[in-house]
């Protein structure tokens, strides 16, 4: 193979990796806009998602500012983060 065919080839590479990575950028985003398009979300209730979910497609860290941007909150409990879809910041533990 070519120094010119190599250059294309290590081009076209680098170019599908980053398409890559856009479409599950976009990917992500629209399942997390999801999560909150639900009407679960949408009354101001707790929506709930294994933890393995979120990492499959999206990331904790992209819900997590979404979350955080939005003013809810969540709260892990075993293998699942609880979303509570409304900005009120007073929590009680019942037992």
Known sequence: MSKH???ISDYLWRAEEE??????EV???RWIERI?????????GVVR?????I???ASRIELLDEVMRRGFH???AGDQWL????????FRVIA
């Open 5 to 7: 065919h190599r250059n």
């Open 19 to 24: 398409l890559d990575y856009k479409l599950r």
């Open 27 to 29: 990917r992500s985003n």
């Open 36 to 44: 909150f398009e639900s009407k679960t979300a949408q009354r101001g």
């Open 49 to 53: 998602r294994k933890i393995a979910t």
């Open 55 to 57: 990492d499959k497609y």
């Open 74 to 76: 969540i709260l892990a």
């Open 83 to 90: 979303i509570f879809c409304n900005d009120n910041s007073t």
